[in-house]
Nanobody, 127 residues
Framework: QVQLVESGGGLVQAGGSLILSCAAS????????MGWFRQAPGKEREFVAT????????YYSDSVKGRFTISGDNAKNTVYLQMNSLKPEDTAVYYC????????????????????WGQGTQVTVSS
């Protein structure tokens, strides 16, 4: 059984930093891309960032570009999200996700293209 487990969430003041980690386990796990989505209270889940293992390109939403950095190790089935200059509007539950099929540029931001999902980790940014 495949599991994605996130860690690293917490409470931080505006302007601060956090690092989220996601580790995948399961004998049959492999992925073409791993990424992060988030869901704020009362809002729909949205794309944050993804790393595409096939070309190691990284992709970001406009709202986090320049502040967040995604990295990872495909061989170790891990992905990280370095979050700097955090804002109160970054407050959300952050979900790790992994795609088990090849991802094209048009797929990157689409939740339906990610097959595996973690349970989420809360990030709260105080003003």
């Amino acid at each position: 059984q495949v599991q994605l487990v996130e860690s690293g969430g917490g409470l931080v003041q505006a302007g601060g930093s956090l690092i989220l980690s996601c580790a995948a386990s399961g004998r049959t796990f492999s992925s073409y891309a791993m990424g992060w989505f988030r869901q704020a209270p009362g809002k729909e889940r949205e794309f944050v960032a993804t790393i595409n293992w096939s070309d190691t390109n990284t992709y970001y939403s406009d709202s986090v570009k320049g502040r967040f950095t995604i990295s990872g190790d495909n061989a170790k089935n891990t992905v990280y999200l370095q979050m700097n200059s955090l804002k109160p509007e970054d407050t959300a539950v952050y979900y790790c996700a992994a795609a088990r099929t090849k991802m094209y540029y048009s797929d990157i931001r689409r939740q339906i293209k990610y097959y595996y999902w973690g349970q989420g980790t809360q990030v709260t940014v105080s003003s």
